[in-house]
């Protein structure tokens, strides 16, 4: 199953088509470019694909659980963070991890070997280690403003920008 199926998509405003009766489909796994002279319609495409804005006409169809991922061309930085604290937000997952762990642990080691506990604990340390895997890649700064750094950052550490298809 495809991850997105467009289908007669179409942008206009007023009588101005932007684009019409646009088709396509991307696979699993698929890696994508839009490419295109200024004005032709690339950032509204995305602009309704990530269901920021509306279509004149067509469908779209998300695999279940999608998530895509979006660096805006206007950075917009509107966090009372410094850059390190917007970076680091995307650790989130990992540090709850890391403290249901260190609970865990005390909890196994007051009660004995429970079974449950320790298979359990063998679970979350999984996910924590590949969590810790995905995230430990680092992250190439763009050069542009902090907030598109910052923006940059929190997509490639995170592995998406926060926008759910439906």
């Known amino acids: ?27 699993h796994r698929a890696r994508i470019a839009l490419v295109g002279p200024n004005g032709i319609g690339k950032t509204t495409l995305l602009r309704i694909l990530l269901k920021m804005d509306e279509p004149s006409a067509g469908s779209m169809h998300f695999a279940k659980n999608i998530r895509i991922g979006y660096l805006p061309q206007e950075a917009v930085f509107d966090s009372d963070n410094h850059l390190w604290e917007e970076c680091m ?3 989130g997952d990992l540090v709850a991890r890391q403290a249901e762990l260190t609970e865990l642990e005390k909890s196994i ?7 449950e506990q320790l298979e359990k604990y063998g679970k979350l340390q999984q996910q924590f280690d590949l969590i810790h895997q995905l995230q430990e890649h680092g992250v190439e700064m763009a050069n542009g403003g902090t907030g598109q750094r910052s923006q940059h950052a929190r997509g490639n550490i995170g592995g998406a920008w926060p926008h759910q298809g439906a």
């Open 89 to 91: 937000l995307v650790f």
């Open 1 to 27: 199953m495809p991850l997105l199926t467009v289908t007669g998509l179409g942008k206009s405003f007023g009588a101005e088509d932007l684009f019409s009766d646009i088709n396509f489909s991307i696979p």
């Open 109 to 115: 080691s007051e009660s004995g070997n429970d079974p």
